[in-house]
Structure formats: C-alpha cells, structure tokens
C-alpha cells in the first residue's frame, strides 16, 4: 500500500509503532484508512444505497433459512462422520490420554498429534481430558536393546538421547533431533560413572523404557517416563520432568513474583521485551530445605510450564539442546553448579558502583552543559559519579558517534571534575544518512542476512530510520565493532539498549523469508503468538545460523563483543558494559539495567524480585531505574533510593534534562543521606562482587537462600542478604511509621545503635526514613566501610572504618578484597590484597594473606573500630600490640544482654596495609 496524500504520510509519522512509511512504501500492522471532505449529496446517496442493501439482505436471509432447513441434515450427518472416522481411529482410551501442547485442530494435525473430542465410544470428552493429544507410539526407548521406538508416521523424527555425568554434580541430558531423514529407528547413547563415588552426592536408576529417576537422601528428585513424559514430534520435542512434591520454584527472568508456583502457569523464552530475560533456568527449593535445579540449554525458543502435580513440562521446537540437572544440594550449591556452566559474573570498575543520573530527551551539547549548570553547581556532598548520555547523543543514532563538541566536553570533566560518562549504544545501525560505519560493515558482510547472497541485508525501522543489525557471531564483526569503538578514546562504559534486537516492523521492511521450519505451527506451539513481534524475521540468516537460533543470543553475543572491545580503550581499564536484554552468560560481560519502572511504589517489590533473581542467574551487576517523572511523589522517588543501598547500579534516567532533588531541603537531605549510606558500604559491596566473580557466592539473596528451612524467613521475601554480613529491610510501602524486621537464627546487631538481638526473632524498627536502621550485621563477621564524598575517586581517599560483629560465642572471621579499582586484571597479576580479619579470646588479629596492592585506598588509615556484641559492660583496658594503649571513646549498652565497644582517636595510626592485634580487657578478669 502506498502514502500517496500528505495528510497519510504525516499520520504515519505520528504513528510509528503501528504504520511507518520507508521511503514512499508503508508498512503497517494494521490498516487503516482516513476518508475526509464527503460532500452533503454523496452522504444522501449513500444512506439510500444503505437501505437498498438492507432491503436485499432480508431477502436473502429469507430463503438462506429456507435453505439452511433443508441441508441441516445433511450438514450433521457430515460432522457426525467425520466425528466418526476420527473417533473410529482413536484407540487410546481417554484416561490414558498425555496432552500434546498444539491447541487447535488444524495444528494438532498437522505437528502430528491425534486430534478427537469424543473417546472411543464416540462419547464428548470431559473438559478434563485433552483433545489434542500423543499417538500411543510416540518415542519411547527400551535400554536393553539401545533400539527404541518412535511413531512410525514419516513425521516422526530420528532422534539420539545420551545421559552424562560430571565430577560437579551435573548431570546432562542430550537430545539431538537434527536429522534431515525421519526413521522410526531411536537410538540411545548412555554414558554413566560410578554415582556411588564420593564426588556424587545422587545415585541414577533407569526403567524399562529409558525413563530414570535421580535420587539424592532416598529422594528422588527428577524423574522422566519417557513413554509418558516425552514425545518426540516432526517440529518440536515435548519432555515432562517430575520434581519433589511442595517444591517452590524461583527463576525462570521472570519477575512478577519471586517465588514460582506449580500452579499451571506458563513461561516463553523469548527476548521479546528489553526489560525481560530468557533464562531458562529453575531453582528448586524442597519442602525439606534441600536444594536442586534445573536449566535448558538451548537458544531456540520454548515453553516451560510448572505443572500441577509437581512437574516442569518443556516444549521446544526440535534442534539439539541439553536439559542440565544440578542436585545441590543447597541453593548456593546448584547456583554454582549452574555458573559452572554459563561462566562467572563479571566484576565491574569500582567508579561503576557510583550514582549517575541522566535524561533520555538530551540531544544537544547545550543540553548537557544545562544538566551540569543544574546539578553540578553545588553538590552539596551529594554523591554523583556521573551522566548517562542517551541514545539521542549520538549523532544519526548510530553507536561511538558524539560529536566533536560534545566528546571535547566530556573529556574535558573526565580530567578535571572527575565525572565520568556512560554512553548509549542502540541496536543496530540506522541508515538514514550515509555513514563510514555503515559503509563499511556493508563492505565487510557483518549484517544479519535476508539470504545467503552477501549484501542482501535484513532492514528493520528503528528511531524512525531503516536500520540494520550487525552479526555478533561472525567473526569480522568483533574487528569491525573494535575499529569504531577507537575513534574516540575517553570511552568509560556503554548502555546497550532494547538489544533484542528492537525493530518498530515486525519481522522486516519487507516480507520475510520462509523458514524450513514451520513456523505457523512453532506460534500455534508456543505461548507466544507472534516471535516476530518487535523483532527481525525469523529467517534472518547470520554466520552461525538463523534468528530462531540466535534471537535469544543478540543480547550476550553484543556484551561480549563490546566488553572485549572496550577492555583496551576503556580510561579505566576495567570496562563497564550494562545491557537491556540478558540471556544465560551475560552476566559474564555485562550487567542490567531495567528501565521501565513507571509505576512508583507499586513497581519497588518487582524491582526487589529483579534484584534477587538476576543475582543467582549469574547478572550480579544490576539495578532498577531510581527516579523519574513518573515517580510523582516525593515519597515514592525516596523509596526507590532506599532500594539503591543494595543495588550495584544506582542510576536515575528521567524523561527530560534532570534537576536532582528539586524540593524542600527535607527532602534532598534524606536522599543525601541515603545515598551517602550507600556510598559507604562500597567497599563491602565491592567485596561481595570480588566473591561472586572469583568463589561463584551469590551476592544479593533472598532470606530461603540462606534458611532454607526456616518458614517465618520465606514469609518475609521482601528482605535480602548482601554478602556474608548484612540482612537488609527494603521500605516498600508509603506511610508506614515503623517497619518489622526478621531476624533468623544467630546473633544480629542493628547498623546505628549497635544492638545485638538473638534470632530467630522480629524486631520493630522506627524511623523509616533512616535506612540505616533496616541494616543488620550478622555475627562472626566484620566489615569494613568508608566515609563518602562526592564521587567513588574521593571516598576512596577517605579514612577507614572497622565493624567487628561477635557471635554467640565471642568470634568474628571475615577476609575483604582491595584492588585499586579500575585495572582489569588484578587478579591476573596479584595486584591485589587480601585482609583477613579473626578475633578470638578477646584478641582482633589482622592479617594480609595477599598483599599484591599497597597504594591508594591501602594508605587510608583506620578512623574507628566498632565492636559489637561484647556480653559484658565494663572494658579495663584496649591494646594495639600488645604495648599500645587506645583510648575507648564511648561505651553503651545495646539491651540487657548485649554490649558495644567504640575505639576512635587512636594513639597509633593503623594503615588498611598494616597487620596488627587488638587486645581488651574486661574489668572482672
């Protein structure tokens, strides 16, 4: 259809999402016509030949009746033959019936399912009962004869199924439907080491028909029938996996609520929107507190559905793909059992924990020198790190295209304010206007391909422009990507955005090619109706396959391109890479930023879901869009700073050009406040990070990672543990004048007063404009933290401060890592240190095992030590040394039991590089 009249070409401009034009051709998703200018006489004619037409259609109304009387009959006696001929082939009683996935009849058909609403008898089936459903000779396997059996119609496929074992207690189930000839022959591969070996903490049993069963402690904790439970058809491969029963589930990217239930619900994976993942990946938690997972190992989109009854029923368009099994057995177990999988987080730059802010409407270079008039005039010790520069930055939209003007400026403050920039990359390159960039990855063949020809690229419509999306899986694409990113050399880290890859046309600018695949029954199959939505044809062609394969792979293959590419040029050395999208090994190359929060404080609990979930799917770095225009509430943007002291990324992008903080000075010193809380637990976060990179710990958890057995903590998922000390009490509610903390078992003491509570216990905590008074340190573990200024680069250059948090038995252990920040590979070449800290008999005993790194923040000395959790009152005497008196400032009682202790003005200054002992005395000994 084409625009021929200006007034369709200017609707179309304000109707991109629905109906674009490209270069005089428009595209719609729906069609719309506009008539206008109808004179008086042609509205009279027209309501005359209305009545004619009414008049007509009685009449032939009239004699259809007549008609339809006649032919009734006839018209049922053909149903019920059909009905008939269908039931007549239906041998399956109906009880005995496993639901095939297709829901019409025409699909079920044709993926060569059977297809009746009558059993045997020719009797309607109950709504229970499936109408769409398995041949009874669908694949099953027989493990004595390796020889199994499949559905003998031309439509059943060959298929290879081999069961592994791994030292790691990682068992991997291998399907491979590949093959291009359909046999009714099914073989079975089966390699199996001794489960019995101390490495294995499960045993294996097989039944007659492959089906097996993993069991750990007598429990068994999947099972597959394969007679009933697997079916392998011409396009997709159905598998149910039977899990303990009462197990919660949690994963899965999806993020309306943390806990999974197995309650019928069906989840896509499918990159479909920048704010949501496809991670096919579920965390089991047994009703006994035991631990195992479950992960999907393949980029082809999917169906996974919790069944009730306790299973999880996967349905995949055919390809080769992995289902891996980890048994645990606790959850900080099966998360590195999957890590061990999908790769380690990354560790960011520390700078990368600072605040930024930005607005989405900059495009000018007056634009952001009114953001720095507006905000960086007088910080008053606000903490700020820098600026999210958007995507309307850059020049044409095209990624590494500032212009001269602005990179001068911006280099500029990176010297002299310290301010440093992440810059915006979009999805693909437009071509509005002739580019080097374009030109030259047409040149190089690194776009996704309509076909095999080179130079006959994919095109879809992105800000308004044609736009082609380069191939992250050919190789000259890395080179290509490296070569642009250089032209600017002041780069700190990137934004990759709506990195699906986004397309405002579904599929192309242009029809799409056929698949071999079909792709009518793949939509009939999945949840999801439309793969094409927003996206790139299906069919799109890249160097290691088509879209269906690589859709769910655009977002980590980027990451890893660009991390790989900035890791030489970046000024900090350790580059900064956060995404939109994610799927399983992002989080190895980049973090996330879900910028979509737009409905205030009803939005905090899904952020705090996002938070949790991205954490144990292997994206440590990771935060929620803090505060913007839609936040209309003083109170509700406060809340969602509150939700920054746990967050890796604190970045506030609103709609405009921002003015932090414009309200009462109330206001603004509450956020002051809690962002400069936040930026003192930066070294520990920074720590916690270290660990989740290097030991695969999860740094942010839920409270049933950690007490798994306790069932007051999973009524209280709102809370969080960061690290190995801090359980953490999120404000979620406007209004509340106190907020209840739970405390699980173990000695707790409160961040601000020092008060030790025994848990399991609730504690009622005022003052919820403080979230400070929602931290609690656990005991037998110390932390260390720093005082904050206006960016990470000064904190850094602030005086220390130790927080020493006995047990019940009057211990502390914990050891913190130090590096200088921003070289990328400290852990490489040891340029680190490590300090341990242990007290024991009343004695803190300091030692660095690892001291690779001895500048910088090493040369900051200790301001205070805080000791919490002493159980009596009076201190005599405090030594540094054993010869060094220190002057114990104050002394106050937490509550009857619990004491602290606060050491400040030290006679000897103490580096952070120096080892040391502390010694007390109390005054009955």
């Not at 390796?146 to 060959?158: D, H, L, W």
């Not at 293959?557 to 040029?569: E, G, W």
Request: hydrophobic residues 35%.
């Amino acid at each position: 259809m084409r625009g021929n009249s200006a007034r369709h070409d200017h609707e179309a401009s304000f109707t991109p999402l629905n109906h674009v034009t490209v270069n005089g051709e428009q595209y719609s998703k729906q069609s719309t016509r506009t008539i206008c200018g109808v004179k008086t006489k042609i509205v009279v004619a027209a309501i005359l030949l209305i009545l004619l037409l009414v008049i007509l259609t009685a009449a032939i109304v009239m004699i259809a009746v007549a008609s339809t009387e006649k032919s009734a009959n006839k018209s049922s006696s053909n149903t019920d033959s059909e009905e008939e001929a269908t039931s007549s082939s239906i041998t399956i009683p109906a009880v005995n019936r496993v639901a095939c996935p297709l829901k019409s009849a025409s699909a079920c058909v044709r993926g060569g399912c059977l297809y009746s609403n009558v059993d045997t008898r020719g009797q309607p089936v109950p709504r229970s009962v499936p109408k769409c459903f398995y041949p009874s000779d669908t694949f099953s396997l027989s493990p004595d004869s390796n020889i199994g059996r499949s559905s003998q119609a031309s439509s059943a496929p060959s298929i290879t199924a081999q069961l592994t074992q791994s030292d790691n207690n990682v068992i991997t189930l291998s399907i491979d439907t590949s093959t291009s000839e359909y046999t009714s022959n099914v073989t079975k591969r089966q390699t199996q080491t001794n489960s019995d070996s101390e490495n294995y903490n499960y045993q294996i049993t097989y039944d007659r028909s492959f089906g097996f069963n993993i069991t750990r402690l007598k429990e068994v904790i999947f099972g597959l029938n394969s007679i009933d439970n697997l079916h392998v058809m011409k396009n997709f491969v159905s598998i149910s996996i039977t899990v303990p029963r009462y197990s919660v589930a949690f994963g899965l990217g999806k993020f309306d609520r943390l806990e999974k239930m197995f309650d019928g619900s069906t989840y896509t994976m499918w990159t479909r929107r920048e704010e949501e993942g496809a991670h096919p990946f579920v965390l089991l938690l047994s009703r006994n507190g035991t631990a195992s997972g479950l992960y999907v190992d393949s980029p082809r989109p999917m169906d996974i559905t919790l069944q009730r009854g306790y299973k999880i029923n996967v349905v995949i368009l055919c390809d080769n793909f992995k289902i891996r099994f980890f048994t645990g057995p606790s959850m900080a177990e099966v998360v590195k059992q999957y890590w061990s999988i999908i790769g380690t987080p990354s560790r960011p730059p520390y700078w990368g924990l600072g605040h930024f802010f930005g607005g989405d409407k900059m495009t000018t270079y007056q634009d952001l020198t009114v953001l720095m008039r507006n905000n960086f005039t007088d910080l008053q010790s606000l903490p700020v790190e820098g600026i999210m520069l958007p995507r309307g930055m850059n020049e044409n939209s095209l990624p590494f295209s500032l212009s001269p003007e602005i990179m001068n400026y911006t280099e500029e403050l990176s010297q002299h304010k310290l301010i440093r920039f992440i810059t915006t990359v979009p999805p693909g390159i437009t071509g509005g206007t002739p580019s080097a960039m374009l030109e030259s990855g047409e040149s190089m063949n690194v776009f996704i391909s309509r076909t095999t020809d080179d130079g006959d690229t994919l095109q879809g419509y992105y800000g308004d422009q044609l736009t082609k999306y380069p191939d992250f899986s050919a190789p000259n694409t890395a080179s290509w990507w490296y070569n642009n990113l250089t032209k600017y050399s002041a780069w700190y880290g990137f934004y990759l955005t709506q990195n699906t890859p986004f397309s405002q046309v579904n599929g192309s600018v242009g029809v799409c090619p056929d698949l071999v695949a079909d792709i009518n029954l793949a939509t009939d199959l999945l949840k999801l109706r439309n793969l094409e939505e927003n996206t790139l044809c299906l069919s799109g062609i890249s160097k290691k396959g088509t879209q269906l394969d690589l859709h769910n792979r655009f977002s980590v293959l980027q990451a890893k391109t660009t991390h790989s590419s900035l890791k030489p040029f970046s000024v900090s050395k350790q580059p900064l890479v956060v995404s939109d999208a994610t799927s399983p090994g992002s989080g190895t190359y980049s973090g996330h930023f879900h910028d979509s929060n737009t409905d205030g404080l009803l939005g905090l609990k899904a952020a705090l879901n996002q938070l949790v979930t991205y954490n144990f799917l292997g994206v440590t770095i990771v935060g929620a869009n803090l505060c913007t225009k839609e936040f209309s509430t003083p109170s509700a943007c406060e809340k969602w700073y509150y939700l920054s002291v746990i967050s890796p990324l604190a970045w506030s992008s609103s709609k405009g050009i921002p003015h932090l903080f414009l309200g009462d000075a109330a206001y603004r010193q509450r956020i002051s406040n809690t962002l400069q809380f936040r930026q003192s637990l930066l070294p520990y976060h920074y720590d916690a990070l270290y660990k989740a990179h290097v030991n695969s710990e999860v740094p942010l958890r839920f409270l049933s990672f950690d007490y798994p057995t306790d069932e007051t903590a999973a009524l209280y998922q709102d809370q969080v543990l960061l690290g190995d000390a801090i359980l953490y009490t999120p404000i979620l509610r406007s209004g509340d004048e106190f907020r209840v903390s739970y405390l699980p078992a173990g000695t707790w003491c409160n961040w601000v007063d020092g008060s030790c509570y025994t848990g399991p216990t609730e504690v009622k905590v005022m003052g919820v404009t403080a979230p400070a008074r929602f931290t609690f340190l656990k005991g037998g573990t110390v932390v260390v933290t720093q005082n904050s200024a206006n960016t990470t680069h000064d904190s850094r250059e602030q005086k220390v401060r130790l927080i020493v948090v006995l047990d019940d038995s009057g211990r502390a252990n914990s050891t913190r890592f130090f590096d200088d920040g921003i070289t990328a590979n400290t852990l490489d070449t040891q340029y680190y240190t490590l300090i341990n800290y242990a007290v024991q008999d009343r004695t803190l005993t300091v030692t660095l095992p690892q001291k690779g790194y001895r500048g910088g923040v090493m040369k900051m000395q200790y301001e205070r030590i805080l000791i919490y959790g002493l159980k009596r009152k009076v201190v005599s005497a405090v030594r540094v040394d054993r010869n060094e008196q220190v002057r114990v400032s104050s002394l106050s009682a937490g509550d009857t039991t619990y004491f602290k202790m606060i050491l400040s003005d030290t006679n000897a200054e103490i580096e952070l590089n120096q080892s040391f002992e502390l010694q007390w005395e109390l005054a009955d000994e």
